[in-house]
């Protein structure tokens, strides 16, 4: 397995412009999450997916921030506008309803810069 | 939610075992005790998790104190490998899929 993929990896992008990040969560896995993680805040969850249908997005941090996804093999957070303190590592994470492990597998991230 | 504290960093040697702890002390008797760990520039991996016995993989060790406020993840030797950021995280067995992250421990090899 591939494991989860993320894209772009990297993205620099000028204040006001809006910036989709896609995540194709691993084959079989119905729950998915998106993170944020900068040095100040750590690691924040964002929103996440059960089944496709979004269970918990209390993280989100105002209405510029959204996220779909409209089958189990591809998700979007999209942030529009887009301002320079939405900079910061944001990453994907799939997980399988398998009891206590709750083992979550991320995928490498994408970096995020808006000027 | 329930919250832990680590501390900031630590360091150890090579092949020498390490003893990371963590502190839960508003911990819920159904939360579950999970670690993480994060190498430079990648994403977050399971590492070991535990309710109330010790437990052993392939990867580590988990000791929980016997009242549950406090656990160590014991890494046997140490390599340069292991040289990441160690979370300690509480979930709810109620809400399993939800975990709620600190800064962590940063550990130098």
């Known amino acids: 397995d591939a494991g989860v993929i993320q894209s772009p990896r990297h993205e620099v992008t000028e204040m006001g412009q809006e910036v989709t990040l896609r995540c194709k969560p691993i084959s079989g896995h119905n729950s998915l999450f998106w993170y944020r993680q900068t040095m100040m805040r750590g690691l924040e969850l964002l929103i996440y997916?059960?089944?496709?249908?979004?269970?918990?997005d209390s993280g989100m941090p105002e209405d510029r921030f959204s996220a779909k996804m409209p089958n189990a093999s591809f998700s979007t957070l999209k942030i529009q506008p887009s301002e320079p303190r939405d900079s910061a590592v944001y990453f994907c994470a799939s997980s399988l309803p398998s009891g206590s492990r709750n083992e979550q597998f991320f995928g490498p991230g994408t970096r995020l810069t808006v000027l | 939610d329930a919250k832990t504290t680590q501390p900031n960093s630590m360091e150890s040697n090579e092949e020498e075992p390490v003893h990371l702890p963590c502190n839960h002390s508003?911990?819920?008797?159904?939360?579950?005790i999970h670690w993480y760990r994060q190498l430079p520039s990648q994403g977050p991996e399971y590492v070991i998790h535990?309710?109330?016995?010790?437990v052993n993989n392939r990867m580590a060790s988990l000791a929980i104190a016997e009242d549950r406020k406090s656990s160590t993840l014991i890494l046997h030797r140490a390599t340069l490998r292991d040289a990441a950021v160690y979370y300690c995280i509480l979930s709810n067995a109620g809400n399993n899929r939800k975990l709620i992250w600190g800064l962590g421990t940063s550990l130098a090899v």
């Open positions: 535990g309710l109330t016995s010790n």
């Open positions: 997916f059960n089944n496709n249908v979004p269970i918990d």
């Open positions: 508003t911990i819920s008797g159904t939360d579950y």
